[in-house]
């Protein structure tokens, strides 16, 4: 009789054991981490990563070519595969959208009994260039500094626009002109030639590119609060660095739009700056004076070491590999820079009076008072090759320009040429073509960004 209860018991809970398997295989789960089944991406792409775990097999539908799907334990991309059941990272990468459309697709993931995931990836499109702000710093002491605008679509050049939609002067001496994010920034460096800077007159002036109006005016300031002389701007990481007449380096940020730091210099003046591999370099030009290069670490806005070169460095650009930098008056040279040492060499067969680097190349302009002709150079920072651009200016109406600025222009291949006058070039450097020729009513072009929508 023990026997069989004991027998009977034993069956009783082999039934139950089959029963639980039988309720967990007619139970399948089928999850993601994601917490939305709407993904959207910005033009350039992106990358985004879920879980998904599932005790079935489960696959994933038809991917159009732009989004790529890789699963951790599996080869480097799928259409319509089958994956098996656990634990799965997923990224899905959208490529960048090189069209004026947006798109939209949407991707399915379904287990073996019919459960779906749908997501629905979306990519906003290619901006479209809308024109071009363009900035005169005027003559000096003249309080005469003005923006441009060109519309692409009608062909029309507005003159004068800051002080037709703000009602203001920009200022005297706008030096410099860049675009970071959805704000544009206009360094005013004031009147006078010296460091000293009056009241109120010294700026940097944050301008709403989509319509031209004024966000604010930021004063700018030493690290004691004395108004100070702003130069030249650079972005990183939200903030915006600025090299001032005060021997310093000035940060902003930008999402307050206030000075948050300061970095002193050991040398004075400074004019030109760039970022390479974490630290800012800063030429000390003295207006002449001075020869030394000062470079600040970008986390701690310190200087940490001070390099001699030629005497009145001005400007300095990063090619990503390499630092060149070049010397005003008396002699307009292009040097490459070996950091961090510090030792320098001639980039032969080019006279370098403005620069800047745009799309892995170098461009440098001059003009020779001697014989009242100027030059466009592109230089090629892996060789150090030279090369002559020829422009046909006479079809633009211009017999001399009197090289004065040159810069890239923000989602382009082109950059910008300007002349001592009211003549600013819109240049495609690839081609040797004049894209557009500007008369901006206002002399010393100093600065070009496209605005796109």
Not at 440 to 448: C, H, I
Request: charged share 20%; net charge negative.
């Amino acid at each position: 009789m023990t026997i069989k209860k004991t027998s009977l018991l034993l069956l009783l809970s082999l039934l139950f054991l089959v029963s639980c398997e039988d309720d967990e295989q007619l139970t399948p789960f089928f999850t993601t981490s994601l917490e939305t089944e709407t993904l959207s991406f910005p033009t350039s792409g992106g990358i985004h990563t879920f879980e998904l775990e599932s005790n079935q097999n489960w696959s994933i539908g038809d991917v159009p070519d732009w989004i790529l799907v890789k699963v951790n334990d599996n080869g480097p991309s799928t259409r319509s595969t089958t994956y098996a059941d656990g634990k799965k990272i997923v990224t899905l990468t959208v490529t960048p959208n090189t069209q004026y459309e947006g798109r939209e697709a949407e991707i399915i993931l379904t287990s073996a009994s019919g459960t779906a995931v749908r997501l629905t990836v979306i990519q906003d499109k290619k901006p479209e260039l809308a024109g071009y702000w363009i900035l005169s710093e005027g003559y000096a002491n003249s309080n005469n500094s003005e923006l441009a605008w060109y519309d692409v679509s009608s062909g029309e050049l507005l003159k004068k626009q800051f002080q037709a939609i703000n009602g203001i002067p920009l200022g005297d001496t706008g030096n410099d002109l860049e675009i970071y994010g959805s704000k544009m920034y206009c360094v005013i460096t004031g009147p006078g030639f010296g460091a000293t800077a009056t009241e109120g007159s010294s700026y940097i002036e944050v301008i709403n590119p989509a319509t031209g109006e004024s966000i604010q005016r930021i004063l700018f300031t030493d690290v004691d609060g004395n108004p100070a002389k702003p130069r030249e701007i650079l972005f990183h990481g939200g903030k915006g660095y600025v090299s001032s007449y005060s021997n310093e380096v000035v940060r902003i940020d930008t999402a307050t739009l206030t000075i948050d730091a300061h970095a002193s210099l050991s040398g004075t003046l400074a004019e030109g700056l760039t970022l390479h591999e974490g630290k800012i370099y800063v030429c000390n030009s003295g207006q002449g004076a001075d020869e030394t290069i000062s470079v600040v670490d970008i986390e701690t806005m310190k200087e940490t070491a001070l390099l001699t070169v030629e005497t009145n460095p001005t400007g300095i650009v990063s090619t990503g590999e390499k630092l060149f930098y070049s010397t005003n008056y008396p002699a307009y040279q292009l040097y490459q820079l070996s950091v961090p040492g510090g030792s320098y060499t001639a980039v032969e067969g080019v006279i370098t009076a403005a620069m800047t680097c745009h799309n892995q190349m170098i461009y440098s302009c001059s003009f020779d008072w001697g014989t009242y002709e100027g030059v466009l150079n592109a230089v090629d920072p892996r060789t150090e090759e030279v090369s002559t651009i020829l422009l046909d200016m006479e079809r633009h109406g211009i017999s001399m320009l009197m090289e004065y600025k040159i810069g890239g222009i923000n989602g382009s291949e082109d950059i910008f040429l300007s002349g001592m006058g009211q003549d600013v070039l819109i240049v495609n450097p690839i081609t040797k073509t004049i894209e557009h020729a500007f008369q901006t009513g206002v002399a010393n072009g100093s600065g070009v960004v496209a605005h796109y929508q």
